[in-house]
C-alpha cells in the first residue's frame, strides 16, 4: 500500500506517539553506570566581591568526590563562556566583551551566578555539603535596571566597562531622519518598556557528561537546541579539547523557546569535572535554579519617535533603546537588541528613512539573550503601538492609517531603509483578510453588550513582519556573527528503499519528525511511515546549527529538499542504466522512474536495492550506494508576517483583562503540516499574550533578588486565560527558498503583545489612556483606571 | 537531611509523639512543609504523620453544627453532600483552593493552622465564628488567628476538627493572584442569627473583619450596603501583584460579591 503523506497535508505527529506514553528519552531519565551527581553553588548576592572560598568541612562529608571553584578553572587555564557575535558602535569600536568564566572568579555578578560545583555519590550527599561550604561576601551595591545602570555614579560591574555600556549601537540614516522630521506635519512619541520575560520550558536544563579515558573521548548529553555549537564552542574555546573527541546528545528535550539555544557554562563545568572525577556526572536544575540561570529575554526602555505629514504619511522614525544585557555576554545576547531589532523597525510600513539607536547595557540580572521571537516582537511593539498613537493623536482611523502606509504587494520585493530587502508579502491581503476573519464589523454591537454589562470592550491590531529562517552567513557575517548560520542534512536511503535522514536541526516540540517526513515522503514517493528523522547526536549528524529564529524549515528544510533532489538525481542514472535508455528520457514520479512514452519503469524500492547490490550498475561512472548530503546557506533571510486582532473586555472594577476573542491571518509562505503551523500560532500567540497580560520577571531594584523567582510569583499564561482562536495563512511563497517556505515558530509571539496591548488600551480609550505597559495585569489596569477617572486635585 | 518519620494512628498517639521528640511538627497534608523541606528552609528532626489517623477525616453535622475533621482534604470538603447542604459557602471556598494536586492532598487543619495571610480557609473559620478542637482544649476563632503563619496553638498542640454553626446565610469570593491562584483578597460574608461577619484574608497580614460592614449588612443584607464602604489602605499588604490600595479597592468589591454569592 502506498502511503505517500506530502506537503499540505496533516498527518498526525509521529512523535506523539513516544511522548504520549511516557516514552521520551529525556536527561534526566537516563542513567549511567556508577553516575555521581552534580549541583552548583550559585551567589546569593547580586553585586559581591568573593574574599574566601573554604571547602574543607564539605569535603570532609561522606560520597563527596570533587568541589570545584574559579581558581581551580584558572589553574587549569581554561576559556570563558565565548559570545557569538561582536557588534561595534558607529565609529567600528568593538563592544565591550568581559570575560565570562565558567565559575565565578573574584566577583559574582548576579544572584545565581555560579560560584561552585560540587560533585558526590548523591544528590542528598552533594546538596548537604554544598551547604557546608563557606563562601565569605563582601556585598556590593548592585543595579538591575538599565535607566539606572547608565547613570552617573551607578555600581559598576567592570573595571574596564564605563558606565556598564557594552556598545552604543546604531543603524540607520540619523541625518536623513531629522530632515524628515523638520517636516512633518505632526510627530507622535511614545515611551514604553519591553517586560523582561523567563521563558520557563517545562523540562527544565540538565546535563550528564562522562569522559573514557581509555579513548580521550568525552560525551555530553544535554538540554540543548543547538548540540553541534555546543561542541563546537566548548572543544575549541572553553575547554581546549580535540572537536572530535566530544560528543555532543541532545535526545528529546521538552521546549526550549530560545531558552536553550546557548552554550551554558554548567555544560562547560560538568564536561570538565567529568575527566577530573573519573566518573560520569548528572545535573538536573530545579525550577528554582532555572528562574535565576535560564538567559532572560527582552527588557527594553525604549523613545519612540515617528514623523507624518497632514495625510497620515510616515516620514520617518526614530527610535532609542536602553537594553539590558545582564550580567555577561550571553551566546547571542548583543545581537538580540540590534540586528534582530532595529532592521523589522519598518514594519510592513513605506517608512522611507529610520534612525535607531541601541544602548546595550550590563546589570546585576541574569544574562539576557533571544527568547522566542527575540528582537522582533520588541520591534513589532514599537512600530505597532506608535501607529497607534499617531492614529488616534490625528484623529485617523487605525485601519485606515494602516491601508496609508502598507507596502502594496506589487511593491515586493521591497527594499527597506534597515539592511533588509523583503523578498515577498502581502500585509493588505492579510489584513482585509483579518478584518472579516475577526468580523470587526460586528464590534461596535459587541462592545455596546460590554458596556450594558459596565465592561470596557476594545480591539487592537497588529499588521506585523518579522525576519526569521536565520540566516545568510555572508550577511550575518558583515552584522558581527562569528559563525555560519547554514544548516545541513543527510539523506540516507537503505537497501530496503527505506529512509533515514540526517539533519543539524533539533526537534523539540516543533514536530520535524512529521514535517521533514512529509518533505521526503513527496520528493522520494516512499511512504511517510519509512522516514525517520535523526537530529541531536554529533556522532551521528554530520554538522548542523541547532533550532532557533524559526530556521529549521526554511534553512534545514530547504538543505533537505536538495539532499533529495540529489537522491532523485542519481536515482535516475541507476534507472537509465537499468532501462537500457538515456538518462534525460527517465522520469520520476511518485516513487516510479520510468522512461518517457514507455511502459518500462523501476520502483524508488528497486533502484535503491540495485545501488547497494551493483550487479548490473555502471560502476565505471557512478559510486553504489543512495547517500546524499547538502548545505544550504539562504542568500535572505524570510518575512513571514500577517495581521492579529485582539478583542478584550475589561472589568473597570477589578482591572481584570480578559482576551475574549482572537483572530490571525498569516502568510508563512508554503504550509507543510497544516495541523503543526496551527499548533505554533497557537503556541505562539500564547506566548506573546502572556508577555502582554501576566508574565514579567521583576528584580528588587536594592538587593537585586528576582521577586518574581518562582510559578507562585511569576504569572505563566494557562489555558483558561485564553479564547479559542481563529486562525487562517494567507501565504505568498517565499521567492528564495527551495519550497517557498518563510517559517512560524516565532510569528505568534511576534505579533500578538502589540494586538493585545492596542486592544487594552482602544478599551480605554474613552478615558484619554493613550499607553499602557506589559504586563496589563489586573493592578496597573485599576491603577490607571483610578487615575483617568479620579478629579484632578486643584492646583 | 535526614528526619524520622512516624505514622501514629491516633491523635493521642500523635500528641505523644510530638510532645517527646525534640524538632518535632505534625504532618497534614504537606502543601507547605514540604516545599519548605525541599528547600531546606526547614529542618524537622520528625515529621509525625497524621493521614492514618482515620478519625481525624470524618465530615458530619450535629444540630446547628458542621464538624469536619482536620486532615478532610480540600476535595474531601468540595465534593461533601453533607458540606454542601449545610454550608455551601465552605464548599465553594474549598473548591477554588489551589489546583486539583492541591486540593486532593491538602487538609482544612492544615490550612488553618498553618494561617498563611493568603490562605482562603482562615476567612471562612472566622467569618463562620468556628471553634477550632484541639486535643487539649477548645478555641474560638477569634482568639485562634494571633499573626502572619502564627496561631494560639501550642507547639504540641494538634487541631482535631473544626465545628461551624451552620449559619442563615454566607457566600465567598477571592480575587485570585493570577500566578499562585492564592487570595490576594478573599471576603466571606456570613448572616446568622446573632449578626452578620465580614472575614477578610489575602488583604493583611492575617485575616481581620470590616465591622463597618458588618453593621451595614445588618440593617440590609444586600451588595449595595457595602458598595461604598471603602477600607482604609494603611494596614494591607503591598506586592508585586497587588499595592495595598489595590487590595483595599478589592475587599469591596469582593464583599459585593460574596453578599450577592451568599443571596444566591
Not at chain 1, 534612525?355 to 520588541?378: H, I, L, M, S, W
Not at chain 1, 472589568?651 to 475574549?660: A, F, K, M, R
Request: net charge negative; proline share 6%.
Amino acid at each position: 500500500m502506498s502511503n505517500i503523506i506530502g506537503i499540505g497535508e496533516s498527518p498526525r505527529r509521529k512523535e506523539d506517539f513516544r511522548f504520549l506514553t511516557g516514552r521520551g528519552n529525556y536527561v534526566a531519565d537516563m542513567k549511567r553506570p556508577d553516575a555521581t551527581v552534580g549541583v552548583f553553588i550559585r551567589s546569593p548576592h547580586a553585586h559581591a566581591a568573593i574574599r574566601s572560598i573554604d571547602t574543607t568541612a564539605a569535603l570532609a562529608l561522606p560520597g563527596v568526590e570533587v568541589i570545584l571553584t574559579g581558581d581551580d578553572v584558572a589553574a587549569d587555564g581554561l576559556g570563558g563562556m565565548p559570545c557569538g557575535w561582536g557588534i561595534s558602535n558607529a565609529e567600528g569600536v568593538p563592544m565591550k566583551e568581559p570575560a565570562f568564566p565558567m565559575l565565578a572568579q573574584g566577583k559574582v555578578r548576579f544572584v545565581g551566578d555560579m560560584v561552585a560545583f560540587v560533585v558526590a555519590d548523591t544528590l542528598a550527599q552533594a546538596r548537604a555539603a554544598a551547604e557546608l561550604v563557606k563562601i565569605n561576601y563582601d556585598v556590593l551595591p548592585a543595579v538591575v535596571g538599565v535607566l539606572e545602570a547608565v547613570r552617573p555614579g551607578a555600581p559598576q560591574l567592570f573595571d574596564d566597562v564605563p558606565n556598564n555600556l557594552c556598545c552604543d549601537w546604531e543603524m540607520g540614516d540619523k541625518a536623513a531622519v531629522a530632515v524628515a522630521f523638520r517636516k512633518a506635519a505632526h510627530v507622535a512619541r511614545l515611551s514604553l518598556v519591553n517586560n523582561r520575560l523567563i521563558g520557563n520550558p517545562m523540562e527544565p536544563r540538565s546535563a550528564i557528561a562522562e569522559y573514557n579515558a581509555g579513548t580521550g573521548h568525552y560525551t555530553l548529553w544535554t538540554t540543548s537546541q543547538f548540540p553541534h555549537v555546543v561542541r563546537f564552542l566548548m572543544a575549541a574555546l572553553v575547554l581546549n579539547i580535540p572537536e572530535q573527541k566530544l560528543r555532543v546528545v541532545a535526545p528529546d528535550v521538552g521546549g526550549g523557546f530560545g531558552v536553550k539555544q546557548f552554550h551554558y557554562g554548567e555544560e562547560a563545568v560538568i564536561t570538565w569535572a567529568a575527566r577530573r572525577v573519573g566518573r560520569p556526572i548528572k545535573w538536573v536544575a530545579d525550577r528554582s535554579e532555572g528562574f535565576v540561570s535560564d538567559r532572560h529575554g527582552r527588557d527594553h526602555v525604549t523613545e519612540a519617535e515617528l514623523a507624518l505629514d497632514e495625510n497620515g504619511k510616515f516620514l520617518a522614525l526614530k527610535v532609542h533603546t536602553l537594553a539590558n544585557m545582564g550580567a555577561y555576554l550571553s551566546t547571542f545576547g548583543p545581537n538580540i537588541p540590534t540586528n534582530l531589532y532595529a532592521p523589522l523597525l519598518g514594519g510592513v510600513y513605506t517608512t522611507p528613512v529610520i534612525y535607531c539607536n541601541v544602548k546595550v547595557v550590563f546589570t546585576n540580572t541574569v544574562p539576557v539573550d533571544a527568547y522566542r521571537g527575540a528582537g522582533r516582537p520588541e520591534a513589532t511593539f514599537v512600530v505597532e503601538r506608535i501607529v497607534d498613537v499617531a492614529a488616534a493623536e490625528m484623529g485617523i482611523d487605525r485601519v485606515e492609517i494602516r491601508r496609508r502606509n502598507i507596502i502594496p504587494k506589487e511593491a515586493y520585493p521591497y527594499q527597506t531603509p534597515m539592511l533588509v530587502e523583503y523578498d515577498s508579502g502581502d500585509p493588505m491581503g492579510c489584513l482585509e483578510g483579518a478584518l472579516v476573519a475577526a468580523d470587526v464589523a460586528g464590534f461596535a454591537e459587541r462592545k455596546a453588550a460590554s458596556e450594558r454589562e459596565g465592561k470596557f470592550r476594545g480591539l487592537g491590531y497588529s499588521t506585523y513582519v518579522e525576519a526569521c529562517g536565520l540566516a545568510p552567513s555572508r550577511f550575518a557575517g558583515r552584522l558581527g556573527a562569528r559563525g555560519g548560520l547554514y544548516e545541513s542534512a543527510t539523506v540516507r536511503v537503505h537497501p530496503t528503499g527505506q529512509v533515514t535522514v540526517l539533519i543539524g536541526t533539533h526537534n523539540h516540540g516543533q514536530g520535524h519528525e512529521t514535517t521533514f517526513a512529509q518533505i521526503i515522503s513527496e520528493k522520494l514517493g516512499v511512504n511517510f511511515e519509512n522516514v525517520d528523522i535523526v537530529f541531536g547526536d554529533t556522532d551521528r549528524v554530520q554538522f548542523g546549527m541547532g533550532t532557533y529564529g524559526s530556521r529549521s524549515l526554511v534553512v534545514g528544510g530547504a538543505a533537505l529538499s536538495k539532499a533529495g533532489d540529489k537522491v532523485v538525481v542519481k536515482g535516475k542514472k541507476i534507472a537509465a542504466h537499468l532501462l537500457e535508455a538515456g538518462e534525460h528520457d527517465i522520469e520520476f514520479k511518485e516513487g516510479v522512474f520510468s522512461v518517457a512514452g514507455t511502459d518500462r519503469s523501476k520502483t524508488f524500492q528497486e533502484i535503491a536495492g540495485a545501488a547497494y547490490v551493483p550487479h548490473n550498475y555502471p560502476l565505471e561512472v557512478l559510486e553504489p550506494g543512495l547517500e546524499e548530503q547538502a548545505y544550504y546557506d539562504p542568500i535572505n533571510f524570510t518575512y513571514p508576517g500577517g495581521c492579529h486582532i485582539a478583542e478584550v473586555e475589561i472589568d473597570p472594577e477589578t482591572g481584570i483583562v480578559t482576551l475574549v476573542r482572537y483572530t490571525a491571518v498569516d502568510d508563512v509562505g508554503t504550509v507543510i503540516n497544516p495541523m503543526i503551523v496551527e499548533g505554533q500560532l497557537h503556541g505562539g500567540i500564547v506566548q506573546g499574550v502572556g508577555q502582554a497580560l501576566f508574565e514579567g520577571a521583576v528584580y528588587d531594584e536594592v538587593s537585586g533578588q528576582l521577586l518574581s523567582g518562582s510559578f507562585m510569583d511569576y504569572t505563566m499564561p494557562r489555558a483558561d486565560h485564553v479564547p479559542n482562536m481563529n486562525i487562517q495563512t494567507h501565504s505568498t511563497l517565499c521567492t528564495h527558498t527551495p519550497m517557498g517556505v518563510k517559517g512560524c515558530g516565532e510569528v505568534g509571539t511576534i505579533g500578538s503583545p502589540a494586538a493585545v496591548i492596542n486592544s487594552v488600551v482602544d478599551a480605554l480609550s474613552h478615558l484619554g489612556v493613550q499607553h499602557v505597559d506589559m504586563p496589563a495585569t489586573p493592578n496597573r489596569i485599576w491603577r490607571i483606571i483610578q487615575n483617568a477617572t479620579m478629579p484632578q486635585a486643584a492646583e | 537531611m535526614t528526619f524520622a518519620f512516624h505514622q501514629p494512628a491516633t491523635s493521642p498517639e500523635a500528641v505523644a509523639l510530638l510532645g517527646s521528640i525534640p524538632d518535632s511538627t505534625p504532618l497534614a497534608g504537606g502543601m507547605t512543609l514540604l516545599p519548605t523541606i525541599k528547600q531546606r528552609l526547614a529542618t524537622p528532626a520528625a515529621l509525625i504523620d497524621l493521614s492514618r489517623i482515620p478519625a481525624m477525616s470524618s465530615i458530619s453535622v450535629e444540630g446547628d453544627t458542621l464538624a469536619i475533621g482536620a486532615m478532610a482534604r480540600h476535595v474531601d470538603v468540595a465534593e461533601s453532600a453533607i458540606v454542601a447542604a449545610a454550608i455551601p459557602l465552605l464548599a465553594k471556598l474549598a473548591a477554588g483552593i489551589g489546583d486539583p494536586a492541591v486540593r486532593n492532598r491538602g487538609t482544612i487543619g492544615g490550612s488553618v493552622a498553618n494561617n498563611d495571610p493568603s490562605a482562603d480557609y482562615p476567612a471562612a473559620v472566622l467569618g463562620l465564628g468556628a471553634t477550632i478542637v484541639t486535643d487539649r482544649r477548645k478555641i474560638a476563632a477569634a482568639d485562634f488567628f494571633t499573626g502572619m503563619f502564627e496561631t494560639a496553638l501550642e507547639p504540641d498542640e494538634v487541631i482535631t476538627s473544626l465545628r461551624f454553626p451552620v449559619p442563615v446565610r454566607g457566600g465567598y469570593a477571592k480575587f485570585k493572584s493570577p500566578a499562585s491562584r492564592y487570595a490576594v483578597v478573599g471576603v466571606c460574608v456570613v448572616q446568622s442569627p446573632g449578626g452578620v461577619c465580614v472575614a477578610v484574608t489575602g488583604a493583611g497580614p492575617g485575616v481581620f473583619r470590616v465591622p463597618e460592614m458588618e453593621t451595614a449588612l445588618a440593617g440590609s443584607f444586600t451588595p449595595a450596603a457595602v458598595a461604598s464602604i471603602k477600607v482604609p489602605a494603611d494596614n494591607m499588604s503591598s506586592d508585586i501583584h497587588a499595592d495595598s490600595e489595590y487590595r483595599a479597592h478589592l475587599i469591596t468589591v469582593m464583599a459585593k460579591k460574596a453578599v450577592a454569592a451568599a443571596i444566591g
